[in-house]
Structures are given as C-alpha cells and as structure tokens.
C-alpha cells in the first residue's frame, strides 16, 4: 500500500509540472511585442524626419531665389539732352537758334543765355554709341578773322568740356546746349555782326571722334545787343 501511495503522487507531480506555460514562451512573446513597439517606433521617427526635411528644402530654396532676383534687378538708363543711345549709327548733328542746322552758310545768331550772358549757342542731336556715362567730352574751336583774341588764339576754344545727357535738372542749371561765349577782350558784340566763322565741333566716342565743321555767319545786330542781357 505504501508504494502505491507514492507512484500516485509522483503522477500529481509530473501532471502539475507539464501544465503551465513554459518560461520560453512568455519571453518570446514579450521580446517581439518589444520589437514590434521599437520597430514602430522607428519608422515613425524617420517618417518625421523625412517630412521635416521636405517642408524644409523648398522653404530655403524659395528664400534663395528671391534674394538673387532682388539683387540683380535694375532700374532702366534713361538719357535725355538730344542723346539717342540706340540710334542705327553712331551721329553728331548740332542746330542753332530757331532750330537751323549748323552747315555751311547758316546765319548762327547771338542769343541771351540763361547764366545771364551773350552766347552763340549750339543744340546738339547725338547718339548711336556708349556713352560711358552721363557726361561725353565735347571740343569746341571758333576762329574769326581779325577776333581771335582768346587766350589760346581763337574766337573761343572749350576742350574737353562736359557735356550732360541726363534727365534730372537741378535749379540754375543750363542743359541741352553748348554755349560759345564771345571773348572778354571783344569791346562791342556788334562788331562781329555778319562777319563769318569758322566752327568745329568734336565728340569723343570709343569707337573714335564725331565732328562736325562749317563756315557760318555771325548775326549779333547792334540793336538786340543795346537792349543787353539781362535774367
């Protein structure tokens, strides 16, 4: 009787031991619910960083392109005073008083300039090349016989002098003419009434000079001279 007792309770035993969940299983499931939770957890974390790093590009790429169109956009160069840039060819033409044009035999009259001062003044038309600037170098030599008493032997001599093509005009500005003023060594302006001379005008280019030369007629009648000229 003893030993059945004792296989009976060696069955019970063995019985309760084969009945739970082996320690294996447990871990197993919980190492892939682990891994299941890390793997989401990385993907989510790389889907984060790949749509903040594509919002981000165009934000910085638009910001870019603006500024580079910012900083080469220019405002346009308007020329006035007779220049005509985009002329076929490059030209000098010169006009007088009344809008004559200065050739050979022209009457060139004696005109109150706006600096208060006589003046034989000539109304350039000119274009057709670079100016380089605003200020192209006009020559201006005048010679009349028996009244060449400048200083450089001539009627009037200007080398070199600037010449503005620019549209803003300040107050007591005189623009769009070259001014010939008679020597201060000629007594009466009146004296040079009819008498002719001799006019060469020069513009300097980079493609080289432009000129302009004629033999005109001096009109300085005594009557406009008494009347002086005054602002």
Request: one cysteine or more; glycine letters at 14%.
């Amino acid at each position: 009787m003893h030993g059945l007792k004792y296989f009976g309770v060696v069955l019970v035993l063995v019985g309760c031991a084969g009945g739970p969940t082996p320690a294996g299983s447990e871990g197993t499931g919980a190492a892939s619910e682990t891994a299941a939770s890390e793997a989401t957890t990385s993907s989510s974390g790389g889907s984060t960083m790949e749509e903040t790093s594509t919002n981000e590009a165009p934000t910085s790429s638009t910001s870019g392109s603006s500024t580079a169109e910012s900083s080469t956009t220019e405002a346009p160069v308007v020329y006035c005073q007779g220049f005509d840039r985009d002329a076929p060819a490059p030209f000098l033409e010169l006009t007088v008083k009344g809008g004559a044009a200065l050739v050979d035999g022209v009457e060139w009259p004696l005109e109150c300039g706006g600096q208060g001062l006589w003046m034989f003044a000539l109304y350039p038309s000119l274009g057709g090349f670079e100016p380089g600037g605003y200020y192209p170098h006009v020559t201006v030599i005048v010679d009349v016989e028996g009244y060449d008493l400048g200083p450089t032997g001539h009627f009037y001599h200007r080398q070199g002098e600037s010449y503005y093509i620019g549209c803003e005009q300040s107050d007591g500005g005189v623009f769009g003419v070259v001014p010939v003023f008679p020597p201060d060594e000629l007594a009466k302006l009146s004296e040079v009434d009819g008498l002719p001379a001799q006019v060469h005008v020069e513009v300097e280019t980079a493609e080289g000079p432009l000129t302009v030369d004629a033999l005109v007629t001096l009109s300085a009648p005594p009557e406009l001279v008494k009347q002086g000229c005054i602002l």
